[in-house]
């Protein structure tokens, strides 16, 4: 199977005959971005309102980008209160499976009058986050290039933001190459790219893969060419092939030279089950780019609780499969936070993690992003960027967030009501699974809890040391209630 997405220029307008001075288009990055895998076919459809005065919002979407095609439909919206207003597609008209849909918005203010309409589009597949994938990502022991400065940057795993960049030399010739040492012949079966998502210039459109094991007689791989591609973000499927050295070809692409921000490569794999301690532990799933955490979660976790191992493993090496095969389960299992776009990240790496939050009977408590995969786990834009960020370290103490409330519960035990508590992030849970309930709230959801299992997530960041954090005790009170139940 071979995926790959089309995009361009993500502000495209249409022109109006009564648009209005001032009324500007929504944005629609919120979620979804241009060309993201939706994984619900009733998604969440969530957009920027860039303004004031508006009325009610007009939303379209089409199977086609005339928006003209039978399978268009129409709603209205009315504007809510914040920064971002969001539709969601009813249960009882769900959108095809498996397939590109076209989207699109404008502001209406009480006139009649409209803004341009702003324009984007996903893919459907309701499937791609059921299981995990099945694959693990190689590091390649080194990368270069036919021409450029730092190849460097293609591999660089630990950059969050994914914008570092590798460009050919201008002008570019009729063709470009990348080639990966992998360090010894690895099955290979899936390739993911990523450009700049703003900005076409330097897009391959034209590209194919060579392997080779001796780095000088190459063969071309059947079933692993792209032609026409206009994408910054490309899952490229391909039938397995084993090799030591991989070169991607580019002979086509936009603009004076051909640029990449990352390239991965991944081999048909289980993870490698961890070192276990006999005693009892704290898995720690790291969710930054790289695996590891954002803040000093495992150190933070010692502290409170130093009689007790702590394990990590990063994000992409955890599932279901690893957690059955442990020989002794953890205590609990702490998912940390991350500061990368998720629209920048291949997704499907986190599908164990996500079969881990559905199914594992074992306490998990979700921090910041670690939060919001409880509502990843049950469709990717139940989570949307805020249109802010919300950093409680660079706000005057008065304008620091407030947290309230809603329903008590023993992991909030030793918190004020309200509380104050480090926050870092611009993405929130704007929509829960069924089985969740929100224990807390500021403007949006701060503390969420699973009905049916030990199953929390806290929006902030409870393991931060500042003088502000009212909420210490919520770290201390989910390691003691879990330990304690692995005890029984």
Known sequence: MKKFFTAFFLTALLSCPALAAGLHAPSLDTNPSMDVIVTRTTPLLSFKKNGEGIYRFEIQLDRSSSFKSSALRKYELVPIKGKVSALQIPANSPLKDNCRWWWRVRAVNKDGSTSPWAISRFY??????DDYSGLQRVIPVSVKTSSGSNPEFLTDYSDAGLNSQWRASPPGPDSEWIELDLGKPTTISRAWLLAQSDNSDGWPTDFHWLISNDGEHWEKVQGANIDNCGSYRIIQDFPAQTARFWRLNITRYRGYAPALNEIMLFTPAQPQIPNIPEAPYIMVIGNQRNGFTFTRLTQRI?????????????????????IKALPNRPAAIILSGNNADYSKLPMFEYNGEYNII???DIPILGICAGCQMNALAYGYTRAHSMGWADISAMQAPQHRTRITKLINDPILDGTPAPFTA????????????????????????QVIRRKDKMRYGVQFHPEIKASYNQAVSVLKNFLESALAKSEK
Request: charged residues 20%.
């Open 124 to 129: 459907v597949d309701s499937g791609s986050d």
């Open 302 to 322: 010692q502290e409170i609780k130093p009689d007790t191992k702590i394990v990590q493993i990063p994000y992409w090496k955890a599932n279901m499969a690893m």
């Open 358 to 360: 559905r199914k594992a």
């Open 422 to 445: 480090p926050e870092v992030h611009s993405w929130a849970i704007y929509s829960l699974p069924d089985n969740y309930e929100v224990l807390a709230a500021s403007s949006y959801i």
